[in-house]
């Protein structure tokens, strides 16, 4: 994928990264508030070698590095509280302690982080003196039998010194609430991103060009948006003698994007080159949905508009819609036509509000359930209706059921010219697009592109 495609994902999953950003702030905002303040102590002591003596140095700077596990003894620690006369646990007393020295220095500090700030400084101090007191002693008895490598005793002493005696501090240095509400946030993001990344890689819809590309392997020949006409615009006077609440929106609308892009879906289909000249369309919807009536309905305007005389023929005998489109009944139509197997038997066109566009409608099946619209859609009968259409019109579109739920359009697609797979952006799923291509390949069907419809 493209950096483009990555950044397309994080706007389209925005959502996802500021709740995941938000609750993850607020919930170490929240748990950080709830910690209670601490306050920290730190004393320095120094090894200092008199008179100044490299390996007087030497030998201090190794006595402190050995006195850091005496520091952290429980009988020291219990020891430096009992002096000072504290009423503190030895244990609470040893968790806050921790000692910091530089391998290369004569320095250690005790650090004590507590609850309590008085606590803390108390703690602090009494470690410090308890130290000073007990490496004095132990210092002169070693030093009296110190030597260098040539066995010579060496004159001098080692004194440690408490450079503070600090007192109970006034500012607590957690719990940093700014600071871990901050951290929150930023991880609570980057969790967002690979969140987003999850839901979109287990999201199958189609949403754009590039899905349709990279998944059906089909050129996108419209793209379009579907809103109720507003009434703005010039009327296609031209064309409309009546039904001034149309829907159709190169009528209602011809000014407008929408109507547009009608048009250029008709240039794509009019100019569609091949074998053979493209002058029967079928609008297969992929999964379920009920768009399809629409963009047919539209789709044979826009036909009609360039001149044409146009069939729509309306094959969803299952659910019908486009009388409703169009105001018409739908009392009697290609069901009956298709069951009359009378040859002689007129063709059930009737006329439209709109000049040049003629309508079939789908009629009905009763008693329901008496015949499958499939297998009624795929005997020789329906091609003799396809073949006596087309010799009155320049175009024929179809709208028909659903593919590919049910088996239709699969009927019907052998015996057009072209077909048209309509796909809802991010509705239509990926598999269901998969599947109703494939079916339709199988067939022999010959597939012009898809319309993706936008809302």
């Known amino acids: 994928m493209r950096p483009e495609e990555y950044l397309a994902i994080l706007a389209r999953r925005w959502w996802i990264l500021v709740v995941a950003a938000l609750v993850a702030g607020l919930a170490a905002f929240l748990y950080t508030s709830a910690q209670p303040r601490t306050y920290q102590v730190s004393v320095r002591l120094m090894a200092v070698a008199q008179p100044p003596d490299y390996w007087l140095d030497l030998y201090a700077k190794n006595r402190l590095a050995s006195y850091q596990d005496l520091i952290r003894s429980w009988d020291f620690v219990s020891q430096a509280l009992r002096q000072a006369g504290l009423d503190i646990d030895p244990g609470h007393a040893m968790g806050t302690l921790t000692l910091g020295r530089n391998q290369d220095s004569n320095l250690v500090q005790i650090v004590v982080t507590d609850t309590d700030p008085q606590r803390a400084a108390a703690i602090a101090n009494a470690v410090a003196d308890a130290f000073v007191a007990r490496s004095a002693a132990e210092n002169q008895q070693i030093l009296e039998r110190f030597t260098d490598p040539r066995g010579e005793r060496i004159q001098g002493t080692v004194e440690v010194v408490k450079l503070e005696s600090p007192g109970p501090p006034s500012i607590p240095i957690g719990p940093r609430v700014k600071l871990n509400s901050a951290a929150g946030l930023l991880l609570g993001l980057a969790f967002g991103v690979v969140l987003a990344f999850g839901v979109e890689y287990f999201d199958d819809r189609l949403r754009n060009e590039r899905d349709v590309q990279r998944y059906l392997a089909l050129a996108t020949i419209g793209q379009m948006k579907h809103n109720a006409p507003s009434g703005r615009g010039r009327r296609g006077s031209s064309m409309r003698s009546g039904n001034p609440d149309s829907r159709l929106a190169v009528v209602a609308e011809p000014t407008s994007p929408e109507a547009e892009a009608y048009r250029s879906l008709r240039a794509a289909i009019v100019f569609a080159g091949g074998e053979r000249a493209v ?95 499939a297998d009624l859609l795929s005997q020789p009968r329906f091609a003799a209706f396809l073949e006596k259409v087309c010799r009155e019109v320049a175009y024929t579109v179809i709208d028909t059921a659903p593919a590919p739920d049910f088996g239709d359009a699969l009927a019907i697609a052998p015996r057009v010219d072209g077909v048209v797979l309509l796909v809802r952006s991010g509705h239509t799923r990926r598999t269901a697009a998969q599947s109703a291509k494939q079916a339709l390949e199988r067939v022999g069907a010959r597939l012009l592109g898809v319309v993706m419809l936008q809302r």
């Open 279 to 373: 002058r029967s369309v079928l609008v297969a919807e992929a999964g379920s949905g009920n768009d399809s009536p629409l963009v047919a309905a539209n789709l044979a305007a826009a036909l009609a508009l360039a001149g044409d005389r146009v069939a729509l023929v309306d094959a969803n005998l299952r659910t019908p819609r486009l009388h409703g489109l169009l105001g018409r009944s739908n009392d009697a139509g290609l069901a009956e036509w298709l069951r009359s197997h009378d040859p002689e038997a007129p063709l059930p066109l009737v006329a439209t509000a709109y000049d040049r566009l003629l309508f079939v409608p789908a009629g009905s099946l009763s008693p329901a359930g008496a015949v499958n619209p």
